[in-house]
């Protein structure tokens, strides 16, 4: 079974610097997709980034990127230039592409402070 | 368009006393998924419904709790006697498909149940 460790309970970061958030997981699938969803406050889930497994290509998103490491089954998230508006929980998450199988396995958070 | 709408936004109870969840997910999407967040931890799957076929309950906790979407839209959560462990924020999402290749999931923003 596929599973998703987030390693950071908690992390902070100034105002304007870059954070990096940890994800690993595990799998014996070659193919899948990984997602990084951010909850403020507000309890909101909101999609952040996706990569498609196959794609060897880091995907980015604004002042979002990933490092996307197959092989160590790697998956962390760089926040740059972060502002206040950045302090969430952050989950990471896994999903499998097979048809039929729909289920998201996440992580269990990181909570991202941001000092002003 | 109007995103996932969830109510109540918070639920207070009394052990043992039934409670109904209710998500509105977004218009045309046929996947529908609820998952439990306890506090501090991930989410936790519930159930699955994707158009007309059967609904996979396989996350269910027990059977106090089940689920019905009705005319592929709207659905409700039931947890019958409840129990203060039962205590969590109840999330819903809705996608496009739910199987194949990924879609994204939008969530609602909870309800945060508290069983006294």
């Given at each position: 079974a596929q599973t998703v460790t987030q390693s950071q309970p908690e992390m902070s970061v100034q105002e304007a610097e870059t954070v990096t958030l940890s994800c690993t997981y595990d799998t014996s699938e070659s193919d899948y997709y990984l997602f990084w969803y951010k909850q403020p406050p507000s309890r909101q889930m909101i999609l952040v980034i996706r990569q498609e497994a196959y794609k060897q290509q880091n995907a980015t998103e604004n002042r979002f990127s990933v490092n996307f490491q197959k092989a160590a089954k790697s998956f962390s998230l760089k926040i740059s230039d972060?502002?206040?508006?950045?302090?969430a929980m952050y989950f990471c998450a896994y999903r499998s592409p097979l048809s039929g199988t729909y289920k998201y396995i996440f992580g269990t958070g990181t909570r991202l402070k941001v000092l002003a | 368009g109007a995103g996932v709408s969830q109510s109540p936004s918070n639920k207070v109870t009394e052990k043992g006393k039934d409670v109904e969840l209710r998500c509105d997910p977004i218009s045309g999407h046929t996947a529908l998924y609820w998952y439990r967040q306890s506090l501090g931890q991930g989410l936790e799957f519930l159930i699955y419904f994707q158009g007309n076929s059967a609904p996979d309950?396989?996350?269910?906790?027990?059977?106090?709790f089940s689920a019905e979407r009705t005319g592929g839209s709207v659905s409700t959560l039931t947890i019958q006697?409840?129990?203060?462990?039962?205590s969590a924020v109840y999330l819903c999402a809705s996608s496009?498909?739910?199987?194949g290749r990924a879609d994204t999931q939008y969530f609602g923003p909870g309800t945060r149940l508290t069983v006294l």
């Open positions: 972060s502002q206040l508006g950045d302090a | 309950k396989s996350g269910l906790p027990s059977d106090r006697r409840t129990q203060q462990e039962d496009l498909a739910g199987q």
